[in-house]
């Protein structure tokens, strides 16, 4: 199995980066008997980890020469991959086959063909190779949306090098195990993974947000008619006493028409930067139910995910700390389980409430693509650096950045603008990023976009927060962005009945007061 292997190239200062040349083999499978009467042919491919020699889980797209995907029989299999768990027999028929091979993003991708001949029978072996190893710095990769089969669950996160999933198994008022639920809603294995069987989801015309960390669904009633389109009832009392009851809630898009209300009411523990319409190989055609970008300004396969980041930015901005997170979609859109994922840095050993706690104490890296370790003076995101009135800040990043994909730039995002941008081949001729500096309250992160046609693929810190004489900063423009985004989603509410229309009212009319508190107090422009 003959291919073509790239060198890792260092970077100085301590940072290092992959000028990647994807792995390529050919197989050539030549028939047993010619003559037999047996079409087509079997391989059995065992894939080990390069270093190690051990079997491990991959994923793997299989495609025949019309392009059409292909799964083997018992794999977990959707859209257009399967996982197998170190070995899978491929039963095929005569002709040629295209295959890329994938773990998570650790590893180096595998791409390649082989040509199956009538009667021919073959075992073949390949090697992954890892370029870099996350949980051996500390950082424990997790996916909050998972829609697939629980009974996948184990070998779809070995497969994507996963340590925490969320598996939505209700939603809407339905219970999709019907009755038959795994005996305990944790489920550990392989002695640091942990897949919680129990997440769920509630929709309604304002937006969506998933429950994490419930033993067992909300009795919630389900809607007559599509929940996207249900006004009544307004979900809010409902996450007040989910949240009393210990259920963490997050809100799966930036730009749900509710995410103001929601913020404004103190409900929401963590929002989903990197989310479901960040797909592989394609770009998110719009906002579907929530409040669309202006494509003048978020034009492209970059539109989507950039809105999505300056909403979240202008939170921020606001001075609030929610801590972005990141979901595959997977069985729900046509992603991969872990293609969106959320690193979760910990000091000590990791175990599933240690990393829950890591997640609301901010120290988060999100990713679809490119791999950060960053560090300010030896703490992680999250982190807020205090000094006081009229003293001045100034920080040193520490930043380990590895990829498998070119990188366009690297920045430095401070108080929602882009204070620096370095071309990659900047960065890794200086060896370093620029100093951040600050004299008034503020925050900052790093963000790393990759160089793709037909996906955005993106790496981004979690903020570190700066207060200079005790106070947050609070950015006028961003308070009355949402104020205006409030008085935008009142306007747009229809409800016949009178009282259902007054209750649901209030709740905006809360938010309105909310950020026109902000907006009377705000001290940066």
Not at 42 to 65: K, T
Request: proline share 8%.
């Amino acid at each position: 199995m003959p291919a073509n292997r790239s060198a890792p190239i260092g970077l100085p200062g301590g940072s290092r980066g992959w000028a990647v040349t994807v792995l390529a083999a050919t197989i050539v499978l030549l028939a047993v008997e010619p003559a037999a009467a047996q079409r087509g042919g079997q391989l059995v491919l065992s894939v080990i980890d390069r270093d190690s020699g051990e079997p491990i889980a991959c994923r793997m797209h299989l495609r025949n020469a019309a392009g059409r995907p292909l799964r083997p029989a018992g794999a977990p299999f959707w859209e257009d991959h399967f996982v197998l768990d170190g070995e899978v027999t491929l039963e095929l028929p005569r002709g040629e086959y295209t295959f890329e091979m994938e773990r998570g993003l650790e590893y180096l991708v595998r791409r390649g063909h082989f040509i199956i001949e009538d009667g021919a029978e073959d075992a073949r072996e390949a090697d992954m190779q890892r370029f870099f190893d996350m949980a051996a710095e500390g950082w424990f990769a997790g996916d909050l949306a998972l829609s697939r089969p629980w009974s996948e669950v184990e070998q779809l996160m070995r497969a994507e090098e996963l340590y925490v999933a969320s598996l939505i198994t209700w939603d809407d008022g339905e219970d999709r195990l019907q009755g038959r639920p795994p005996p305990e809603p944790l489920l550990e294995f392989d002695g640091r993974r942990f897949a919680h069987l129990r997440a769920g989801r509630q929709r309604w015309a304002g937006g969506e947000i998933h429950y994490y960390g419930l033993p067992q669904p909300l009795p919630l009633a389900a809607p007559a008619s599509d929940p996207r389109q249900t006004e009544y009832p307004f979900p809010l009392a409902a996450i007040i006493e989910a949240r009393a009851a210990g259920a963490w809630v997050e809100l799966t898009r930036p730009y749900w028409w509710d995410l103001p209300l929601l913020v404004a009411a103190g409900q929401v523990d963590s929002i989903q930067v990197a989310h479901g319409d960040l797909v592989r190989g394609a770009a998110a055609a719009d906002e579907g139910h929530g409040k669309s970008r202006d494509r003048l300004f978020y034009p492209g396969v970059a539109g989507n995910p950039r809105w999505s980041q300056d909403i979240y930015f202008r939170l921020l901005d606001c001075g609030l700390r929610i801590p972005p997170t990141a979901g595959s979609g997977s069985g729900a859109g046509p992603n991969p389980a872990g293609y969106n994922r959320v690193y979760v840095q910990l000091d000590g050993p990791l175990t599933h409430e240690g990393w829950w706690e890591g997640l609301r104490a901010g120290r988060v890296v999100i990713t679809n693509g490119p791999l950060l370790v960053p560090s300010i003076e030896g703490y992680p995101p999250g982190h807020v650096f205090r000094a006081a009135a009229g003293e001045a800040l100034d920080f040193e990043i520490d930043l380990t950045v590895s990829t498998r994909d070119p990188i366009t730039y690297l920045e430095i995002v401070k108080d929602g603008r882009v204070a620096h941008s370095l071309r990659f081949e900047e960065y890794a001729e200086a060896g370093r990023l620029p100093p951040v500096s600050f004299d008034r309250s503020g925050w900052f992160l790093i963000r790393v976009v990759a160089d793709l046609p037909d996906a955005y693929r993106f790496a981004m810190t979690g903020p570190f927060y700066v207060e200079i004489g005790e106070r947050r900063r609070i950015s006028r423009e961003a308070a009355q962005f949402f104020l205006d985004w409030v008085h935008e989603r009142a306007g747009r509410i229809e409800i016949a009945d009178p009282a259902q229309r007054t209750e649901v009212l209030a709740a905006h009319r809360a938010a309105r007061d909310f950020w026109q508190r902000l907006l009377d107090g705000a001290n940066a422009p």
